[in-house]
């Protein structure tokens, strides 16, 4: 087999580029079909990088459907928009048997007693795409994007063995629909080489295709092996007409797209259900990620028929498996305390993978919760991810339980060296620090105070506000403006230049707008987007802290909460003298800003509510909800009947999540966020 560069190609480069294109097509193949690739990955590289210099070289010779297309040489991280000729619809999901019976019902209803086939898919968990074909070239590969407008990652896509490039017999104009999806197989191979070259690993299978597919070097999505499922039509000029779904994935088939080969025809619904119960019981037999089953029907003139509400067709849904779950160690219960005292006691597991990710803690939210779901240390506990996304323990296997299991007891001092006492107010869920002294709510405040969302001090992370605080150098957070390069070159990991780099990143800190310093103060309650209301209203931090009550709860989206806790933290001593030193250390507290030069952004939320629990990734929450309030949202810190959707990360607070629920509200995983703002849709999963 020859495959490496060879010698003399350059003397006939459209010979060469012929034979690397073949090559490469086929070590693809070989690679993620047969699991049985005869060379290396670097190896397989060159032959990419010498393939994408010869089209660079050549470029009249650079077809778009090479596998080293790159347009212009360089492929862009940001990646056209295209405009669906036909819009790429959701699925509208039934959450349980019941519900999907009642999808059956209302579909046998609208078609007033015929006859109907339905046709059962599994529903994979990987990307939809959009693969246009004129003339049997395809042409653009578009990604789902807000079902209108996606984006064209053609060049990415023809690294995927899967995907035809040209087709053979296709109509004049056809569109092939299905999801891009990373088989488990190469996700397990490429953590594995991960993890020994010690690169990070992939996550899970799913954002594992997100990311490649999202990459500027088609060479790299070329090393990931992707796959693909085609499932549906979009726009189709031309060719034979069919009748039916089953028809269409016919076709698909024959021209040569991978149709998976669990797609079951059932005639009446109890088929259909039964389908789904076997889905669910074998979910795990497959090399790919699923995680429900489409049910369709499959004539397209019955389709036609029902029609579609503005979201997604009437004539399909989406049966989404339960959220799986898994039996772990409860290795511990420990308790975290933070800025603002409150106790949260947490899960420390024997790590488990559950619900596409590793899980090695689980928030138990509070006391009363533990003694709900009586969980002890020691215990075997079943663990699931609530929402899909949070890592929840759901109750302990009480036939494992070790012979002297303890109840858990909440401590009633804290960790810290002060021994703080923990208290829990009558009334309230929450146990807390009550210890304003306490050396975690204070290295908790620096943190908070420092992070992008307040004063955006760059270096200033957890790692190095605790050595500062260790070090004793920082007591509070006014401290942090009397630091000196000499005290910070001190601490381990510290050299004179990086010393320097801090000082003058906290120099920088003083002249940031007044919301950021209010929000840095971590006052109970009070996010970004109330603090930015309450600074332009009242012009500079001392006017928001030294209003009354009723002011500051007149000013829209901020109300008596808010207002009270602000009065209530400015009524402290230490924190006057805390805002003392701030301004006579040069913090500004005047500096009113609109939004900044290039940082308007489309009023994609105007007017809905966004609620924003836990980790947004690269973001902290309260830059999650500045992100929403500067696309006319509102970030709320509760969920209710307006909410309009509850973006959920890690360590998200279970309450919310199950009100959300209950009320029906549209749950965002975190990682899907920027699609909400961008769009000001809801994601589809
Ligand atoms: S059909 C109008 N079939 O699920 C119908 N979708 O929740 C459009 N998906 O965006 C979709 N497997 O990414 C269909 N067999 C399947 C599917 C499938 C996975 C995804 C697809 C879609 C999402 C909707």
Not at 386 to 401: M, Q, T
Not at 501 to 523: E, H, M
Request: hydrophobic share 40%.
């Amino acid at each position: 087999m020859t495959s490496g560069a060879s010698e003399g190609s350059e003397s006939d480069p459209m010979a060469r580029i012929a034979e690397l294109r073949t090559e490469l097509a086929r070590h693809n193949r070989l690679y993620h079909e047969l699991d049985d690739p005869e060379i290396p990955d670097a190896e397989f590289d060159l032959m990419v990088n010498e393939l994408r210099r010869l089209e660079s070289q050549n470029p009249d010779l650079a077809a778009a459907d090479s596998p080293g297309a790159v347009v212009g040489g360089m492929a862009s991280a940001t990646f056209a928009p295209v405009v669906h000729a036909v819009p790429m619809m959701s699925l509208d999901n039934a959450m349980d048997i019941d519900e999907l019976m009642a999808w059956g019902e209302r579909v046998e209803r609208a078609l007033d007693g015929e006859a109907i086939t339905f046709v059962c898919e599994p529903k994979i968990d990987g990307l939809a795409m959009s693969l246009r074909y004129v003339d049997g070239e395809l042409v653009t590969a578009a990604t789902r994007g807000d079902g209108r407008v996606g984006e064209d990652v053609t060049a990415n896509v023809l690294t995927i063995a899967d995907i035809p490039p040209r087709l053979a017999g296709a109509p004049p104009v056809i569109e092939v629909r299905g999801e891009v999806y990373m088989p488990k197989s190469v996700f397990h191979d490429l953590n594995a080489s991960a993890s020994q070259s010690g690169e990070r690993a992939l996550v899970n299978p799913r954002n594992a295709a997100a990311g490649s597919l999202r990459q500027k070097d088609p060479s790299v999505t070329a090393r990931r092996r992707l796959s693909f499922w085609a499932y549906q039509t979009g726009e189709v000029a031309g060719g034979e007409p069919v009748t039916s779904h089953r028809q269409g994935l016919d076709r698909v088939a024959s021209l040569g797209f991978p149709v998976n080969p669990r797609i079951t025809l059932c005639s009446a619904m109890a088929e259909v259900i039964e389908v789904c119960r076997s889905a669910i019981d074998h979910r795990h037999d497959l090399d790919y990620d699923v995680d429900g089953v489409v049910v369709k029907v499959d004539d397209l003139g019955q389709r036609e028929r029902m029609g579609s509400t503005s979201r997604a067709p009437r004539w399909a849904i989406a049966f989404k498996f339960p959220p799986e779950e898994r039996t772990t160690k409860l290795l511990d219960i420990e308790v975290s305390v933070g800025r603002t005292g409150r106790a949260t006691p947490y899960a420390v597991l024997e790590p488990v993978f559950v619900g596409g990710s590793t899980v090695s803690m689980a928030t138990l939210h509070n006391r009363e919760q533990v003694a709900v779901k009586d969980v002890r240390p020691g215990d075997t506990v079943i663990v699931r991810k609530a929402g899909d996304v949070i890592p929840e323990v759901v109750g302990p296997v009480l036939s494992d339980r070790p012979v002297g299991a303890e109840p858990w007891v909440f401590p009633i001092r804290c960790e810290c060296p002060l021994r703080s006492e923990f208290v829990q107010p009558s009334g309230e869920a929450d146990t807390r620090c009550v210890e304003p002294a306490c050396p975690f709510q204070r290295d908790q405040r620096v943190i908070y105070w420092a992070s992008r969302g307040a004063m955006d001090i760059e270096g200033l992370g957890e790692r190095t506000v605790m050595q500062l605080t260790e070090a004793d150098l920082v007591r509070d957070v006014g401290d942090v403006y009397s630091l000196t390069v000499d005290q910070v070159e001190e601490l381990e990991g510290f050299a004179r230049i990086s010393a320097e780099k801090l000082i003058a990143a906290i120099d920088v800190s003083r002249s940031r707008p007044a919301w950021r310093v209010l929000t840095g103060f971590g006052i109970r309650h009070l996010g970004p987007a109330a603090s930015q209301a309450l600074a332009s209203a009242f012009g500079s931090v001392r006017a928001v802290l030294e209003a009354d009550d009723e002011a500051r709860a007149a000013v829209d989206g901020v109300g008596e909460v808010i207002a009270s806790s602000i009065g209530q933290w400015f009524a402290e001593a230490p924190n006057r003298e805390l805002v003392d030193r701030l301004e006579a250390s040069g913090v500004a507290f005047d500096i009113v800003e609109g939004p900044a030069q290039g940082e308007e952004f489309e009023a994609t939320l105007a007017g809905r509510a966004v609620v924003v629990t836990g980790a947004v990734p690269g973001l902290s929450r309260t830059e999650a909800s500045a992100a929403v309030v500067a696309r006319g949202g509102t970030a709320p810190g509760s969920v209710s009947g307006k909410t309009y959707a509850l973006v959920v990360g890690e360590g998200a607070g279970a309450s919310k999540l199950t009100k959300a629920e209950k009320l029906g509200i549209p749950i965002v995983p975190a990682d899907r966020f920027d699609e909400l703002l961008a769009t000001g849709e809801i994601p589809q999963p």
